[in-house]
């Protein structure tokens, strides 16, 4: 089993925030479009380094360059509506940022501790920001059963697209047998990528009764008749088995297994990002 624990894009700037002299910016309003979502973050360093990802480095420099001369948290406007002139977004929009020479260090850490346990954070931003507090989840993590070349390309994949997966391959496991790991939260979408079906069941049932946001598994028409009835005999209720998303993925036929980790990927990510909205 392999497990990914690279901080999540997210955090990362919250991350910065919690070391000495780290300024924090963050995106309080939008007007117009931003490829960015509102509270979007940018840390600045001491140095001038930046850790985050805010605009496609459009507005870095200029963000580094304010926020070490500001000398207390206030809101300016970028863009669209700015005093600044010489300084506009390629969009065309207008964004109110936050700028923190000094953020709450304590409050950072404690956000970042809450993240690390896998419970939903906040922070409560200063001055007369529109946008009071920042909100942040649990990163999104990926518990992927199975074995072969579609297994192999959603660890690959996932590895890329900087999703913590764990990955346990059929190897590992004992048929009839469910995994043992820990209790799956509602931050974690779990997925069964084998053409051996009969591992199956066991598994589906530890998946079902956890708190996953998401639970997939591989098959065509014939695999996913025969695994509802196997199901449904060990006494797994209807309620429960509508949680099981099969066929899995956004693009209706997979030829090639990169295609299948893709489809399915990105279904599991769409579903994972409107978490947000209730997070």
């Known amino acids: 089993m392999s497990v990914l624990t690279e901080v999540d894009r997210d955090h990362r700037a919250l991350a910065a925030a919690c070391e000495p002299g780290v300024a924090l910016c963050t995106v309080v309003g939008i007007e117009g479009s931003f490829s960015r979502p509102l509270g979007a ?9 930046v850790v985050g990802d805010l605009a496609d480095g459009c507005l870095e420099s200029q963000l580094a360059s304010d926020v070490r001369k500001a000398d207390g948290a206030r809101v300016v406007r970028y863009g669209r509506g700015s005093d600044n002139i010489d300084f506009r977004l390629p969009c065309g929009g207008g964004l109110d940022i936050l700028l923190d020479p000094a953020p709450d260090r304590a409050a950072c850490r404690a956000a970042l501790e809450s ?139 997979c030829k090639t297994p990169e295609t299948l980790a893709l489809s399915a990927l990105a279904q599991v990510t769409a579903l994972y990002e409107g978490l947000r909205d209730h997070g």
């Open 41 to 49: 973050q940018l840390a600045v360093r001491p140095d001038g380094s």
């Open 115 to 253: 993240l690390g346990e896998r419970r939903p954070a906040g922070l409560t931003l200063p001055g007369k920001s529109p946008l009071r507090q920042r909100r942040y989840l649990p990163a999104l993590r990926l518990r992927l059963f199975g074995q072969g070349p579609e297994f192999d390309a959603c660890v690959q994949l996932a590895a890329a697209a900087h999703v913590a997966v764990e990955a346990v391959d059929k190897d590992s496991l004992r048929m009839g047998s469910q995994s043992g790991l820990p209790a799956a939260d509602k931050w974690t979408a779990i997925l069964l990528l084998f053409h051996d079906h009969e591992w199956e069941a066991a598994l589906l049932e530890e998946a079902l009764s956890s708190d996953a946001f998401y639970i997939g598994a591989q098959g065509g028409e014939r695999a996913r008749r025969a695994r509802l009835t196997e199901l449904l005999s060990r006494g797994v209720t209807e309620e429960a088995l509508a949680r099981l998303t099969s066929p899995v993925g956004v693009v209706p036929i």
